[in-house]
């Protein structure tokens, strides 16, 4: 069983493009949604994270929107730079447990 | 900075052998998690440690065993490796304390099981 979502599998964009990967989540219970960024040969890293009651967190090029009646949340990569090209996961966590659902994975690529 | 330090990047081992990878991490931690990655399949939980010497099973554990015999260390342990155990583990590390805590990786150990 998929708790959460992630599309698309990969995505390739020019630079100065706005990536957008989406993550859908079905668990209500689920009460904190990180993004994690990784680097090939690295550890994933967190990049940006949400809380359900806010709609949108931006953080410099990158924000996420977050659609609470939906159980839907995306990231945006505003003016996209080679250097951003990773694979990117959507992650939840249960209120308490301490515990991450990831997603599958999205791999980004953006070209010069 | 928080430095997860796994002990290998690369291993080749046996089917049948005991594989043991081991982490550390200088945070004074609470929390040590061990994942698999594979390819199209994201990160997938294989067991959870939240104190010394406790352990929490995760979507994945059969097969593995794990062993946290002090805070800093946590190893997980292949008991009779098997191919389908190819794969790249990632251990990580949270502060503990309640919820929302940040997770910090390392930058994996690449298993090979002929």
């Known amino acids: 069983q998929q708790q959460v979502k992630q599309s698309p599998q990969s995505l390739i964009v020019q630079k100065g493009g706005i990536p957008i990967i989406n993550c859908a989540y079905e668990?209500?219970?689920?009460?904190?949604f990180p993004w994690y960024q990784q680097f090939p040969g690295k550890g994933p890293a967190l990049l940006i994270a949400i809380r359900p009651d806010v709609s949108e967190k931006k953080e410099g090029r990158f924000t996420i929107s977050f659609n609470k009646s939906a159980k839907q949340f995306s990231l945006h990569i505003m003016d996209s730079q080679p250097g951003d090209s990773a694979t990117y996961f959507c992650?939840?966590?249960?209120?308490?447990?301490?515990?991450?659902?990831f997603g599958k994975g999205t791999k980004l690529t953006v070209n010069p | 900075d928080v430095k997860v330090t796994q002990s290998s990047r690369y291993l080749v081992k046996r089917t049948g052998e005991k594989v043991f990878l081991e982490c550390v991490q200088d945070?004074?931690?609470?929390?040590m998690f061990w994942y698999r990655q594979d390819p199209g399949l994201g990160l997938r939980l294989i067991y959870f440690?939240?104190?010394?010497?406790?352990?929490e099973k995760g979507d994945i554990p059969e097969g593995y065993s794990v062993s946290r015999e002090k805070k800093e260390r946590f190893s997980l342990i292949l008991e009779s490796a098997s191919t389908n155990q190819t794969s790249m583990y990632l251990c990580?590390?949270?502060?503990?304390?309640?919820?929302?805590?940040?997770?910090?990786f390392g930058d994996g150990t690449r298993l090979s099981i002929l």
């Open positions: 990580a590390s949270s502060g503990g304390g309640g919820s929302n805590q940040p997770q910090h």
């Open positions: 668990n209500t219970a689920f009460d904190y």
């Open positions: 440690s939240y104190d010394v010497k406790m352990k």
């Open positions: 945070m004074d931690h609470e929390n």
């Open positions: 992650a939840a966590e249960r209120g308490g447990s301490e515990k991450l659902v």
